[in-house]
C-alpha cells in the first residue's frame, strides 16, 4: 500500500531555514507529481507547492514563492521542501502527499504530516 | 485564479443521505478535475473522490462525487451517513498555471 512518511519538522527561530524530506514507498515513485500541503493551527488545508515527475516543473503558493524550494530525488524516491527565511506564519502541520498523474491533478494519497513551529 | 466556495457547515442524521457543494468562481467546473478530501479531527486528510468521480482503493461507495456545468459546481454525495463521518471536508482543483486551488472547508456535523 501507498505509504509517505515526513521528517524534518521541528522548532526553529523566525529567519532560519529547514528542510523536510518525505519517503515514498508501495507505488512507482517516479511516475507521478508530488505536493506539499500545510494547516496552521486551527486553519484549512492550504497548498504550498507541486513538482511534476521528471522534476522538470515546479510551482509554489504565492505565499512560499522565492522562500520555498520544492525538489525530488527519483532514485531515493524522496520528496524535499527547503523552507528558508520563515515567519511565524509558516507554523503548520506540512504533509507530503502523492498526485493523481505525473502532471497536476490532485491528491490520492496523504502522509502524516510533520509540525513546524517557528518561534523565538 | 478562481475561488472554490463550500458552505461552512452541513448536518444529517445517521442513515440519512447529505451532499456538499462546491462552486467554482469563474471558469468551467469541467475544465480542471476535482477531488474530495476528508479530515477527521487530529488525523492528517483522507482522498475520497479524485479525478472528478474516482475512489481511491478502500474508500466506501457511500461516498460518490459529481459535477454540475449548469451550476458550474461539485458535489459530494454521503449516503447511509455514520457518526464517524462527522469531519470536515475540502474540495480541490487546479487552475491553468498549475496553482492548486482548495476550497474552505466544510465541517459535517452528524446528529
Known amino acids: 500500500q501507498v505509504q509517505l512518511v515526513e521528517s524534518g519538522g521541528g522548532v526553529v527561530q523566525p529567519g532560519r531555514s529547514l528542510r523536510l524530506s518525505c519517503v515514498g514507498s508501495?507505488?512507482?515513485?517516479?511516475?507521478?507529481?508530488m505536493h506539499w500541503v500545510r494547516q496552521a493551527p486551527g486553519k484549512g488545508l492550504e497548498w504550498v507547492a507541486v513538482?511534476?515527475?521528471?522534476?522538470?516543473?515546479?510551482y509554489y503558493a504565492d505565499s512560499v514563492k522565492g522562500r520555498f524550494t520544492i525538489a525530488r530525488d527519483n532514485f531515493k524516491n524522496t520528496l524535499f521542501l527547503q523552507m528558508s527565511s520563515l515567519r511565524a506564519e509558516d507554523t503548520a502541520i506540512y504533509y507530503c502527499?502523492?498526485?493523481?498523474?505525473?502532471?497536476?491533478?490532485?491528491?490520492?494519497?496523504w502522509g502524516q504530516g510533520t509540525l513546524v513551529t517557528v518561534s523565538s | 485564479n478562481f475561488m472554490l466556495t463550500q458552505p461552512h457547515s452541513v448536518s444529517g442524521s445517521p442513515g440519512k443521505t447529505i451532499t456538499i457543494s462546491c462552486t467554482r468562481s469563474s471558469g468551467n467546473v469541467g475544465s480542471n478535475y476535482v477531488q474530495w478530501y476528508q479530515q477527521r479531527p487530529g488525523s492528517s486528510p483522507l482522498t475520497l473522490i479524485y479525478e472528478d468521480n474516482r475512489r481511491p482503493s478502500g474508500v466506501p461507495d457511500r461516498f460518490s462525487g459529481s459535477i454540475d456545468t449548469s451550476s458550474n459546481s461539485a458535489s459530494l454525495t454521503i449516503s447511509g451517513l455514520k457518526t464517524e463521518d462527522e469531519a470536515d471536508y475540502y474540495c480541490q482543483s487546479h487552475d491553468n498555471d498549475n496553482h492548486v486551488i482548495l476550497g474552505g472547508g466544510t465541517k459535517l456535523t452528524v446528529l
Open positions: 502527499a502523492k498526485d493523481s498523474q505525473t502532471g497536476i491533478v490532485g491528491v490520492t494519497h
Open positions: 508501495g507505488f512507482t515513485f517516479s511516475y507521478y507529481a
Open positions: 513538482i511534476s515527475y521528471d522534476e522538470g516543473k515546479e
